[in-house]
């Protein structure tokens, strides 16, 4: 054993001791339980004080005259819960009307802890009725037995995408971006990713169109932070949402292909949700109470200022960029948009955004302010900063001097969102219009032994040939020295891809010398080819639409059967197939085909995946089956029905059917307004005498809640065994799917694991 590790096993023994006394105690109270001061984990609770913050935010008059205890009393309370119906399925109304009219009627005169519910209420600002909060903290939600269905609602809802429990100031910065189903939208910081799925709401603002012209480029420096970002996105099923792994300060210019030849991608929209200290989200991140101090805001001023500079560089003219931070501190906030507009010399200018949310209540930006040290030393403008200071404190982190240029940068157009003006957290917004190039685009460097005229025959999009903005020396500086111009570059990048080590159609990821990966290795993305033996038989299994866009199909392959096929848009193909050099993606595409294990024995080796069923149903014109209300819920409760246990509708029309994968399709009749009125696609499978659906549980869940059936939760040891008697008892459908379509069934809830509260009666069991 090394000195080290006896000196900690020393120390563990010594801290053994001294708690001996207290355990010794407490067991002879409690069974040998934990002391209950404090927390659960008996941790002492946190103080909501610090001197230094209070100090800090009074001396910059942050909040109205008067106003200064109601400011730290609504910091000092827990933040409300708050949830979002996602707005682009169609099933949004349907939720709504399940809400309001069952689980909202049951909170009414509810006392939990002997706290009276209120009873949620829809944000005022937020449009349609399609965000609400309540006073219910989460740990309310989840201990009390009394709302232990509205929990398991909001869970088995959040799962399927179709709830999103987001805080009601997050929802802000989508909504001023103002997007529509046809822009190029990049996500800068993107994780965890409540803002990235608002974002791919209102590219589907239209159901039935189901490729949209934009797609959301969503991006995070954190690799881990990714996956998380990948899982949120996948709720809401896209083909229009790629996600990439990069430092948001100098994520690379992307090119695409516009009729043969390569442009730069300019985004119509870009949302640059800033890394901050966080110090708006005192009431649910307590630990800012005792960690807060000026110095994180002075070291994050920097990261920010370059995230907002990159992400103007690649806004398109006329395009809007929206810049938030969840922090209160002007050095964060003002501070930057000031540095930003200056630098843009007229470039970008702050859209007055005051009408766009009727019914928020925010103030208006500040437009001075002053800079404080961790000690509690202040400074006024740069010139007072001892030269020892520089390197903490820089000159962007003050207003401008000139009142003249300080005024026409218009800072009151920010917003500002206090805590208790609508018992939210706190939050700034800053909403900027690109008027024209940044004027570093808009110079040509003077090239050594090369003329700039090259630059004219690139001109690239409408906002001019750009510069790559990079932290360190930026690719301007090294044009300055070795000469190469945007057209070159673009030449280049042509002749290395055009080279022939490049295989057609596939997108991997990045060689090692030029980009390090962190993380885990991604497989690559490949393309199906036109000729491809594998398309025809799905095609004509299908009847697949003419229209039906096949070039947009890939896998995750190069070698071997391939498993999955998946889908993205034309728009996003583009961008994958011209910067495979250039970026890591981590995850694009919907699945919309798996291959069933023992294929062959059908006309077509591929099943349909649920998860994609809503993008590639409009293109389907065989082996729909269209199901009436009760047929569905059959369907949903019972594993594997029996043909004739269906209306005489549907046996009609399945029973000369081959078997294999089916559409299952429901359409609500508008003469009878009581029942479900949004649209129903299901994937089943056609066997020898039954129909099986294959949809995830929770997805299941929320058509059986839509159809008015409240689904019990059984108890988990109990489901087990009952699955288990039910599997053996219904025949193996395995051998007529193969092992992909069971491990999907197995995640849906069967026969034997679900109960039916509104029939009056359980399943057969």
């Given at each position: 054993?090394?000195?080290?590790?006896?000196?900690?096993?020393?120390?563990?023994?010594?801290?053994?001791q001294r708690r001996?006394?207290?355990d010794?105690?407490?067991?002879?109270?409690?069974?040998?339980?934990?002391?209950d001061?404090?927390?659960?984990g008996?941790?002492?609770?946190?103080?909501?004080?610090?001197?230094?913050?209070?100090h800090?935010?009074?001396?910059?008059k942050?909040?109205p005259?008067g106003?200064?205890?109601?400011?730290?009393?609504?910091?000092?309370?827990?933040?409300p819960?708050?949830l979002?119906i996602?707005?682009?399925?169609?099933?949004?109304?349907?939720?709504?009307?399940?809400?309001?009219?069952?689980?909202?009627?049951?909170?009414e005169?509810l006392?939990?802890?002997g706290?009276k519910?209120?009873?949620?209420?829809?944000?005022?600002?937020?449009?349609?009725?399609?965000?609400w909060?309540?006073?219910l903290?989460?740990?309310?939600?989840?201990?009390?037995?009394?709302?232990?269905?509205f929990?398991?609602?909001?869970?088995?809802?959040?799962?399927?995408?179709?709830?999103?429990?987001?805080e009601?100031?997050s929802?802000?910065?989508?909504?001023?971006?103002?997007?529509?189903?046809?822009?190029k939208?990049?996500?800068?910081?993107a994780?965890?990713g409540?803002?990235?799925?608002?974002?791919?709401?209102?590219?589907?603002?239209?159901?039935?169109?189901?490729?949209?012209?934009?797609?959301?480029?969503?991006?995070?420096?954190?690799?881990?932070?990714?996956?998380?970002?990948?899982?949120?996105?996948?709720r809401?099923?896209?083909?229009?949402?790629?996600?990439?792994n990069?430092?948001?300060?100098?994520?690379?210019?992307?090119?695409?292909?516009?009729?043969g030849?390569?442009?730069?991608?300019?985004?119509?929209?870009?949302?640059c949700?800033?890394p901050?200290?966080?110090?708006?989200?005192?009431r649910?991140?307590?630990?800012?109470?005792?960690?807060?101090?000026?110095?994180?805001?002075?070291?994050?001023h920097?990261?920010?200022?370059r995230i907002?500079?990159?992400?103007a560089e690649q806004?398109?003219?006329?395009?809007?960029?929206?810049?938030?931070?969840?922090?209160l501190?002007p050095?964060?906030?003002e501070?930057?948009?000031?540095?930003?507009?200056?630098?843009s010399?007229?470039?970008?200018e702050?859209?007055d955004?005051?009408?766009e949310?009727?019914?928020l209540k925010?103030m208006?930006?500040l437009t001075?302010?002053?800079?404080?040290?961790?000690?509690?030393?202040?400074?006024?403008?740069?010139?007072?900063?001892?030269h020892?200071?520089h390197t903490?404190?820089?000159?962007?982190?003050?207003p401008p001097?000139?009142?003249?240029?300080?005024?026409?940068?218009?800072?009151?157009?920010?917003?500002?969102?206090l805590p208790?003006?609508?018992?939210?957290?706190?939050?700034?917004?800053?909403?900027?219009?690109?008027k024209?190039s940044?004027?570093?685009?808009?110079?040509?460097p003077?090239?050594?032994?090369?003329?700039?005229?090259?630059?004219?025959?690139?001109q690239?999009?409408p906002?001019?040939?750009?510069?790559?903005?990079?932290?360190?020396?930026?690719?301007?500086?090294?044009?300055?020295?070795t000469?190469?111009?945007?057209?070159?570059?673009?030449?280049?990048?042509?002749d290395?891809?055009?080279?022939?080590?490049k295989?057609?159609g596939v997108?991997g990821?990045?060689?090692s010398k030029?980009?390090?990966?962190?993380?885990f290795?991604?497989?690559?993305?490949v393309?199906?080819?036109?000729?491809?033996p594998l398309f025809?038989?799905?095609?004509?299994?299908?009847?697949?639409?003419?229209?039906f866009?096949?070039?947009?199909?890939?896998?995750?392959t190069?070698?071997?059967k391939?498993?999955?096929?998946?889908?993205?848009?034309?728009e996003?193909?583009?961008?994958l197939?011209?910067?495979?050099?250039?970026?890591?993606?981590i995850?694009?595409?919907?699945?919309?085909?798996?291959?069933n294990?023992?294929?062959?024995?059908?006309?077509?080796a591929?099943?349909?995946?649920?998860e994609?069923?809503?993008?590639?149903?409009?293109?389907?014109?065989?082996?729909?089956?269209?199901?009436?209300?009760?047929?569905?819920?059959?369907l949903?409760?019972q594993?594997n029905?029996f043909?004739r246990k269906?209306?005489?509708e549907?046996?009609s029309?399945?029973?000369?059917?081959a078997?294999?994968s089916?559409?299952?399709?429901?359409?609500?009749?508008?003469?009878?307004?009581?029942t479900?009125?949004c649209?129903?696609?299901?994937?089943?499978?056609?066997?020898?005498a039954?129909?099986?659906?294959?949809?995830p549980?929770?997805?299941?869940?929320?058509y059986?809640r839509?159809?008015?059936?409240?689904?019990?939760?059984?108890?988990?040891?109990?489901g087990?065994?009952?699955?288990?008697?039910?599997?053996?008892?219904s025949?193996p459908?395995?051998?007529?799917?193969?092992?992909?379509?069971?491990?999907e069934?197995?995640a849906?809830?069967?026969?034997?694991?679900?109960?039916i509260?509104?029939?009056?009666?359980?399943?057969?069991?």
């Amino acid at each position: 054993m090394g000195r080290r590790a006896r000196s900690r096993r020393l120390q563990q023994q010594q801290q053994q001791q001294r708690r001996r006394p207290e355990d010794a105690e407490v067991g002879s109270e409690g069974g040998g339980k934990r002391s209950d001061a404090g927390w659960e984990g008996g941790y002492p609770e946190i103080v909501k004080e610090n001197k230094l913050f209070e100090h800090y935010y009074q001396e910059l008059k942050i909040v109205p005259e008067g106003e200064w205890d109601q400011f730290m009393e609504a910091l000092r309370e827990p933040l409300p819960a708050t949830l979002r119906i996602t707005g682009y399925k169609s099933h949004a109304k349907e939720i709504l009307h399940c809400l309001k009219s069952k689980y909202f009627k049951e909170l009414e005169d509810l006392e939990v802890d002997g706290q009276k519910v209120e009873v949620p209420q829809p944000l005022s600002w937020y449009p349609e009725e399609l965000a609400w909060h309540t006073n219910l903290s989460r740990k309310i939600l989840r201990k009390s037995p009394q709302l232990e269905k509205f929990h398991q609602f909001l869970v088995s809802e959040t799962e399927s995408g179709n709830i999103s429990r987001q805080e009601a100031v997050s929802m802000i910065p989508p909504l001023l971006l103002n997007a529509h189903p046809h822009h190029k939208i990049l996500d800068m910081c993107a994780a965890p990713g409540s803002k990235t799925t608002q974002l791919i709401e209102m590219l589907h603002a239209d159901m039935n169109v189901p490729f949209p012209e934009g797609f959301v480029i969503a991006n995070d420096v954190d690799n881990k932070r990714c996956y998380l970002l990948v899982h949120q996105a996948k709720r809401l099923s896209s083909p229009c949402i790629m996600v990439v792994n990069h430092d948001a300060s100098c994520i690379p210019r992307l090119m695409i292909d516009v009729n043969g030849r390569k442009e730069v991608l300019f985004y119509d929209r870009i949302l640059c949700d800033v890394p901050c200290s966080g110090d708006g989200t005192m009431r649910k991140n307590i630990d800012v109470w005792k960690k807060w101090t000026t110095l994180n805001s002075l070291q994050l001023h920097g990261l920010q200022l370059r995230i907002a500079t990159r992400g103007a560089e690649q806004l398109v003219e006329g395009g809007r960029m929206v810049y938030s931070t969840c922090s209160l501190n002007p050095i964060e906030d003002e501070a930057v948009i000031a540095s930003l507009l200056e630098k843009s010399e007229g470039a970008l200018e702050l859209a007055d955004v005051s009408s766009e949310l009727p019914g928020l209540k925010w103030m208006p930006g500040l437009t001075q302010w002053k800079v404080m040290m961790k000690d509690g030393q202040w400074f006024a403008e740069w010139d007072e900063v001892p030269h020892s200071r520089h390197t903490q404190i820089r000159p962007t982190m003050f207003p401008p001097k000139d009142p003249d240029k300080l005024q026409a940068m218009h800072l009151e157009r920010c917003l500002r969102i206090l805590p208790h003006h609508q018992n939210t957290g706190g939050f700034f917004v800053a909403v900027l219009v690109k008027k024209s190039s940044m004027p570093w685009n808009k110079r040509p460097p003077k090239l050594q032994g090369e003329s700039a005229k090259p630059r004219d025959s690139v001109q690239s999009s409408p906002a001019g040939p750009t510069v790559e903005k990079a932290e360190g020396p930026s690719e301007l500086e090294r044009k300055l020295v070795t000469g190469i111009g945007d057209a070159e570059i673009i030449e280049r990048t042509e002749d290395l891809e055009n080279n022939g080590n490049k295989k057609d159609g596939v997108c991997g990821p990045p060689p090692s010398k030029k980009m390090k990966l962190f993380g885990f290795k991604e497989d690559p993305f490949v393309f199906i080819p036109e000729d491809d033996p594998l398309f025809p038989p799905i095609q004509k299994f299908y009847a697949l639409d003419p229209s039906f866009p096949r070039m947009n199909l890939l896998t995750r392959t190069t070698e071997g059967k391939k498993r999955q096929l998946y889908m993205v848009s034309k728009e996003l193909r583009n961008v994958l197939l011209n910067n495979s050099e250039r970026m890591k993606v981590i995850n694009t595409g919907i699945k919309v085909w798996c291959r069933n294990n023992s294929g062959e024995e059908f006309d077509c080796a591929f099943r349909l995946a649920q998860e994609g069923i809503y993008t590639l149903y409009p293109f389907i014109n065989s082996r729909i089956i269209t199901v009436s209300l009760e047929d569905v819920k059959i369907l949903l409760t019972q594993e594997n029905p029996f043909l004739r246990k269906l209306s005489s509708e549907t046996y009609s029309q399945a029973k000369d059917l081959a078997k294999g994968s089916v559409v299952l399709k429901y359409e609500p009749d508008p003469t009878k307004p009581d029942t479900l009125q949004c649209p129903i696609v299901l994937c089943g499978w056609r066997g020898k005498a039954s129909i099986r659906t294959f949809v995830p549980k929770n997805e299941r869940l929320h058509y059986l809640r839509m159809m008015g059936l409240e689904v019990l939760a059984e108890k988990r040891k109990e489901g087990t065994a009952l699955t288990n008697e039910s599997a053996a008892s219904s025949g193996p459908p395995e051998d007529e799917v193969g092992t992909d379509a069971s491990a999907e069934q197995a995640a849906s809830p069967d026969a034997a694991s679900i109960g039916i509260d509104s029939a009056g009666a359980a399943l057969p069991r």
